[in-house]
């Protein structure tokens, strides 16, 4: 095992120093090909562009040499990938109402949160207000914290020492985080809230770095209506594989994407999010009235009795396959969210927020539901060779 993995560090090694002496498009052409099996590089995508764009690709990566480790490679290959065969487009759309009273409307509709531990429970409005305003998402940097490098931080339900409400020992130097918001303790010692990827709590100040860390999530503003005419084979092999009960099920993704005019991408990443990967109970086909029915977007599975409702609702719709209900969860999502015709909820952000009519046919309670989607949905991107990207982003008066 050992002279294998250093048989494979040195080839790696090879390669990256290949790459490193390429200081010509030409060169670099020659070693990216030669190489990428060994760097990870999926060239059927750079094959697949024109001329004029592979001769921009390289000229991009030729200008950031050198690389200081093959994931560099990597990540500096897929970037330059989406520059020279991607289009991005951004609009604007303005409410008539403040973000105030959009957090008001969601107080009022008990919304949900897993950030605290210990199950669902109902979420406050400091932690409701930072996932509602889209600036959150859209900015390029936001204020964020690092633990400083020799300290083991506490992060605590409340900003004070003087209860034992430790929630998580943050290790040396983790981070950054998001910093929600600010506060003094009874000793004017400042205290930030922030945001982990499992759960939101105070640090005190003392023990931290300040800096900032970029906005994330602008895919749950992204238009959901219109197909990306994917590839079937492309989609199995690489975002479908293993992955329980979707496995091989790119064609009723299409089917479904392609007969309700939505994007594939959102059905595929909302249906790996609801099933847990296609191994959720509802996914795997749950006995009701003596059918074995399937559900996978969790349509009806309400939070007092989700498998009973989730089944009950996947049985009336005659959801009797896996295909069915793939097919059948798109014609719910354009029929009632994202065509509707007083609706139009046509972005995660919409679906789950509702701007136009804030807290009023919203999609689910959890308040973190539209970010959560976002990393699968960009990941999946990160895998077709072109598209265009079409952001709608809501800005409140």
Same mark, same amino acid.
């Given at each position: 095992f050992t002279a294998a993995v250093a048989e494979n560090l040195a080839a790696q090694k090879t390669a990256l120093e290949a790459v490193n002496q390429a200081t010509s498009t030409q060169a670099l052409r020659a070693a990216i090909t030669e190489y990428a099996t060994r760097l990870e590089l999926d060239i059927s995508r750079f094959d697949r562009l024109k001329p004029e764009s592979q001769q921009e690709l390289l000229a991009i990566m030729v200008e950031k040499l050198p690389y200081d480790t093959a994931d560099q490679v990597k990540t500096a290959y897929i970037t330059a990938l989406q520059t020279v065969s991607s289009t991005t487009i951004i609009t604007y759309v303005d409410y008539e109402h403040s973000l105030t009273y959009a957090v008001d409307k969601q107080m009022n509709k008990s919304p949900q949160t897993d950030l605290y531990g210990g199950g669902w429970k109902t979420a406050d409005r400091n932690l409701v207000e930072w996932f509602i305003n889209a600036n959150n998402f859209v900015e390029e940097m936001l204020p964020a914290l690092k633990v400083k490098k020799d300290v083991y931080l506490n992060m605590r339900h409340e900003p004070t020492t003087e209860k034992n409400n430790v929630i998580l020992t943050l290790s040396p130097g983790a981070g950054p985080y998001f910093i929600i918001s600010e506060a003094q303790d009874s000793k004017g010692d400042k205290w930030y809230r922030i945001l982990t990827n499992t759960r939101v709590g105070w640090v005190h100040s003392g023990y931290v770095e300040l800096t900032e860390k970029k906005g994330e999530g602008i895919f749950q503003f992204l238009l959901l209506s219109g197909t990306t005419y994917i590839d079937p084979v492309e989609v199995n092999e690489k975002i479908l594989k293993d992955k329980g009960i979707l496995s091989? $099920? @790119? /064609? @009723? *993704?299409?089917?479904? &994407?392609?007969?309700? #005019?939505? #994007? /594939? !991408? *959102?059905? !595929?990443?909302? &249906?790996?999010? /609801? =099933? +847990? #990967?296609?191994?959720?109970?509802l996914a795997t086909g749950v006995e009701y009235k003596g059918k074995t029915v399937y559900n996978m977007y969790g349509i009806g599975a309400v939070d007092s009795d989700p498998i009973n409702k989730g089944a009950e609702y996947a049985y009336n719709q005659g959801w009797f =396959?896996? /295909? &069915? @209900? !793939?097919? +059948?969860? @798109? $014609? *719910? &999502? +354009?029929? #009632?969210?994202?065509?509707?015709? =007083?609706? $139009?909820?046509? =972005?995660?952000?919409?679906?789950?927020?509702n701007p136009a009519n804030p807290g009023v046919h919203q999609y689910a309670t959890d308040i973190g539901w539209a970010a959560k989607q976002v990393a699968n949905i960009k990941k999946l991107y990160d895998q077709l060779t072109s598209y265009v990207l079409h952001f709608e982003i809501p800005r409140y008066k």
């Open positions: 091989g $099920k @790119a /064609e @009723a *993704f299409i089917e479904g &994407a392609q007969k309700y #005019n939505i #994007n /594939e !991408i *959102f059905l !595929i990443s909302l &249906a790996l999010h /609801e =099933t +847990g #990967n296609g191994t959720s109970k =396959t896996p /295909e &069915a @209900a !793939i097919i +059948g969860g @798109a $014609k *719910f &999502a +354009g029929e #009632n969210y994202i065509h509707h015709p =007083t609706y $139009k909820q046509d =972005t995660l952000y919409k679906m789950r927020w």
